[in-house]
């Protein structure tokens, strides 16, 4: 069975950091593309940040470059986001995201539960 248990959110004020982990179980981790995404109260989920099965391609959100830092542990079934230089519109619940094609035109796709971020003085 799939499993992607994010943690490491919280409550942080502005110009603080967190790094959120996402640890995956139940399929095969290093042949999946990773990513975080983000939705905040009242808007639609939003791509933060792409990481591919190898590592070594990386793809950010606009809002978010040169602030967080996405990454990942094949060995140890982790993807990771490193987030620095927090903004109160940071506020969202994070999710991770493990995908790939296995099809023409099919993907498989599987969600964690998210992580709340609550960036607030």
């Known amino acids: 069975q799939v499993h992607l248990v994010e943690s490491g959110g919280g409550l942080v004020q502005p110009g603080g950091s967190l790094r959120l982990s996402c640890a995956a179980s139940?399929?095969?981790?290093?042949?999946?593309?990773m990513s975080w995404y983000r939705q905040a109260p009242g808007k639609e989920r939003e791509l933060v940040a792409f990481?591919?099965?190898?590592?070594?391609?990386?793809n950010y959100a606009d809002s978010v470059k040169g602030r967080f830092t996405i990454s990942r542990d094949n060995a140890m079934n982790k993807v990771y986001l490193q987030m620095n230089s927090l903004k109160p519109e940071d506020t969202a619940v994070y999710y991770c995201?493990?995908?790939?094609?296995?099809?023409?035109?099919?993907?498989?796709?599987?969600w964690g539960q998210g992580t709340q971020v609550t960036v607030s003085s």
């Open positions: 139940g399929f095969t981790f290093s042949s999946y593309g």
């Open positions: 990481i591919s099965s190898a590592g070594s391609t990386t």
């Open positions: 995201k493990a995908s790939r094609r296995v099809g023409p035109t099919t993907r498989a796709d599987y």
